[in-house]
Nanobody, 113 residues
Framework: EVQLVESGGGLVQPGGSLRLSCTASGFTFSSHGMHWVRQAPGEGPEWVSGITCAGITITTFADSVKRRFIISRDNVKNPLYLEMNSLKPEDTAVYHC?????WGQGTQVTVSS
């Protein structure tokens, strides 16, 4: 059974940082590109960042998070990470770990003073 379990969300003040983690199981993690997608209340999903599978690592970011967020992965221990810096209120959303065959339940990130 494929499982994607996110953690690390929470309440943070504007300008703060959070590090999200996603633990994957039930498939060969290192063979798949992985993504983070977020969904704010009342809005559709927004792609945030992606990272290629093992080998040559290529990372991509939405313009809204470029130079603030960093995506990484550990192909041995299976977590996917999203380091979020200089957080803004508009970053408030549920963040989901995603690959081509499934989504995790997500972790809530709230940026507010």
């Amino acid at each position: 059974e494929v499982q994607l379990v996110e953690s690390g969300g929470g309440l943070v003040q504007p300008g703060g940082s959070l590090r999200l983690s996603c633990t994957a199981s039930g498939f060969t993690f290192s063979s798949h590109g992985m993504h983070w997608v977020r969904q704010a209340p009342g809005e559709g999903p927004e792609w945030v960042s992606g990272i290629t599978c093992a080998g040559i690592t290529i990372t991509t970011f939405a313009d809204s998070v470029k130079r603030r967020f960093i995506i990484s992965r550990d192909n041995v221990k299976n977590p996917l990470y999203l380091e979020m810096n200089s957080l803004k209120p508009e970053d408030t959303a549920v963040y989901h770990c995603v690959y081509e065959e499934g989504w995790g339940q997500g972790t809530q990130v709230t940026v507010s003073s």
